[in-house]
């Protein structure tokens, strides 16, 4: 099997686990019983060592190549990407290496790099939550996607933050070679083969800012000091003295979205922890979550991470009861 060549630029301020999670679930799958052959290449500017974002040094071996065909050209993120944009000498590399590489990938950040090589124009592009805003004001063009863990569109992988980039280099390695292999791989690294590209990154809780008006606020806290309680738009108005539509009206103009919408995204959180941190059947979160039923909770669920609560306790649980089986359909996805 011939060589599938893996070209990472490296750059001051990248984020190390966005460089080193790929190579070491490439380089793992390596191996002459199973025909897997990657070549996993650190470049940049110059040779030698490039500073990271927590100053730790990762030795580039190579200046960036300009001949070659490139089998994967997979950018990392970090703060550092954000002002390497600002470099046009890198940014017309990657655009230049683009158009030798059979497929181009990004972790993170590093999708402002490639968006600002003008190659994800109209493409649907993950990149971390917390900067999906920026990079969507940055680069209009770009179809910015802020919850999936990462987004495969034709030949152009991007992926959502830090440990998201070892599930794409682990959908990466299932493309190129199979299950069995990145199964192999992630049994290994002890990590979940996989978490599907489109499940949301289960990492953004509600951190909404405090509401200007005090009696929004009022409301807001209302909310998150207990999402079981009867949170229907009467109750919240009367309880803050203000009209229906007007405190809906209030409400959706300093927070940006309407009461019910914020009263389900904060139970849904409140079940999410619920799920991680306690052993308990999905109906009785569901109850304690403010949802009138296990059903209820399921398409919240569904919409706000786009799985069920089955799925997520099976998956994030530090403890999970077991539940009947014959409900649920075989999932691929699997815990180390």
């Known amino acids: 099997m011939p060589v599938h060549r893996v070209v990472l630029p490296l750059f001051d301020g990248f984020q190390p686990l966005d460089v080193t999670g790929p190579h070491d679930v490439l380089t ?22 490039v500073r990271s974002a927590g100053g730790l ?9 300009e001949t070659g065909t490139i089998g994967t050209l997979l950018v990392p993120g970090g703060p550092g990407s954000r002002t390497a944009v600002g470099d046009p000498d890198l940014v017309a590399w990657l655009g ?38 920026a990079l969507q004001r940055r680069f209009p063009a770009v179809d910015v996607r802020p919850d999936p863990i990462h987004v495969r569109c034709g030949r152009i992988w991007t992926s959502a933050g830090v440990t998201a980039g070892i599930d794409l280099a682990l959908a990466l390695l299932e493309a190129d070679h199979g299950p069995e292999v990145a199964q192999l791989v992630a049994r290994e690294m002890v990590v979940f083969l996989r978490r599907a590209g489109g499940q949301s990154q289960f990492a953004a809780p509600v951190w909404a800012d405090p509401a200007p008006r005090p009696s929004v606020r009022a409301a807001q806290d209302l909310i998150h000091a207990d999402p079981a309680a009867d ?18 009206r209030e409400f959706t103009r300093l927070l ?9 995204q904060v139970r849904v959180d409140t079940a999410r922890r619920l799920l991680e941190s306690e052993p308990l059947l999905v109906g009785v979160a569901a109850a304690r979550a403010g949802f009138g039923s296990a059903e209820t909770m399921r398409r919240a669920f569904l919409r706000r991470l786009g799985v069920p609560p089955d799925h997520y306790r099976r998956h994030f649980a530090a403890t999970t009861t077991r539940e009947d089986d014959s409900c649920r359909s075989p999932s691929r996805s699997s815990r180390a």
């Open 28 to 49: 793992s799958a390596c191996g002459a019983e199973n025909g897997v052959r990657y070549e996993v290449t650190l470049v940049a500017r110059e040779p030698g060592p």
């Open 57 to 65: 040094q990762i030795v580039a071996t190579a200046g960036l190549p």
């Open 96 to 133: 230049r290496a683009a158009r030798r590489a059979q497929r181009v990938a990004s972790v993170c950040t590093g999708a402002f790099l490639l968006a600002a090589a003008g190659l994800l124009d109209g493409v649907p592009t993950a990149t971390h939550w917390r900067w999906a805003d």
């Open 231 to 248: 949170l229907r738009i009467p109750v919240l108005a009367a309880h803050v003295g203000m009209s229906e539509r007007h405190f809906g």
């Open 256 to 264: 940006g979205c309407p009461p019910g919408d914020y009263v389900e």
